[in-house]
């Protein structure tokens, strides 16, 4: 599904660098970010990495972001402005990832690139390509690192999950059902995330990706699950919220916690122990290879393919068989 990231590679670096540098000036054609919101540091790296490349490539950018995680009016109007504007691309992470798609036809049928960050919309096919990371590979890392770690223990291991929303946007259910598949738990429905997966996962809630919303989605976990091995959280906010709610029971040790972002904050609190791996994924190069595609759109009418912009799992206690990065290289690679 997924090229690699042409900020990676230098072939393809330095062949969109010829192409732009040949080409007629794009003199400040407009050029489009809407992120779910613009206090999440992951966002936040995103839109530093956007508008720095963007001014690097001579496009004007305009970035937008929703009031809260599932602002989905929040991210039409959004994109309405920036069609009205004369955008010839859209960067888009979406909150809905059903609900949005409408806005999107319309916009790529007024002649719009439009390119998703981060969450593909629900179907992939609605944009016009893909930049992000591999979400159910992500998942499927801390699953496989879990497993391994518990060994013997994990067959009946008690597991609560920290999910992000009700409506279930397609990188919650992702990060969600490769975290089961790498653990070894059957999915049964590979577009949702449900408890009846398995028997062992004793309750799951969703958190907003914030602490305070892993804080109550623990909290209410709690009341009904006495014992609990390990957890899966959709991010390292949403991580750290539910050890906190863990640690306020008295019932932290020994609980085994796991994430996907790799944000500097999180890669330091899997330095101190609280979470035992997290799946790194790389924000600013998702916005530059996006505002590269609409550039190189720009000049040549080419349109973008998928990328994968990577994913890493960081943590100090390596398995067998489970690629991994140390938390020290994680701090040199983390943002936020």
Request: net charge neutral.
């Amino acid at each position: 599904m997924f090229k690699k990231s042409s900020v990676l590679s230098t072939v393809a670096g330095a062949t969109l660098a010829l192409a732009l540098s040949s080409a007629p000036s794009m003199a400040g054609d407009i050029v489009g970010l809407v992120t779910k919101t613009n206090t999440n540091p992951f966002f936040v790296k995103m839109k530093e990495g956007f508008e720095a490349k963007a001014k690097q490539l001579g496009l004007t950018p305009q970035a937008y972001a929703g009031k809260f995680d599932g602002d989905n009016d929040g991210e039409v109007q959004a994109i309405e402005q920036l069609v009205a504007a004369g955008a010839k691309g859209i960067l888009l992470v979406p909150s809905d990832s059903t609900a949005i798609v409408p806005t999107v036809e319309k916009a790529r049928k007024a002649g719009v690139i439009v390119i998703t960050l981060d969450t593909p919309l629900d179907p992939a096919t609605a944009a016009d390509a893909l930049y992000a990371t591999d979400n159910f590979k992500a998942g499927e890392l801390i699953g496989e690192w879990a497993k391994a770690t518990l060994g013997a223990k994990a067959a009946t291991a008690k597991i609560a999950t920290l999910d992000l929303a009700a409506n279930e946007p397609t990188v919650d259910y992702l990060r969600h059902n490769g975290f089961l598949t790498g653990f070894g738990i059957k999915v049964k429905d590979p577009k949702h995330y449900s408890p009846s997966d398995s028997p062992q996962i004793v309750g799951s809630d969703v958190t907003k990706g914030s602490t305070e919303g892993g804080r109550k989605a623990m909290e209410n976990i709690l009341q009904k699950a006495d014992h609990i091995d390990l957890v899966y959280a959709i991010n390292e906010p949403a991580a750290y919220g539910g050890y906190a709610a863990l640690k306020a029971a008295g019932k932290e040790k020994g609980v085994l916690i796991v994430a996907v972002d790799g944000g500097c904050q999180g890669v330091k609190w899997v330095k101190d122990g609280i979470i035992g791996a997290t799946s790194q994924q790389y924000p600013l190069l998702m916005a530059a290879d996006g505002v590269e595609a609409v550039a190189n759109y720009i000049k040549t009418k080419t349109k973008p393919h998928s990328m994968d912009t990577g994913e890493q799992l960081v943590t100090d206690h390596p398995v067998p068989g489970v690629p991994s990065i140390s938390v020290a290289e994680g701090l040199k690679k983390c943002w936020g």
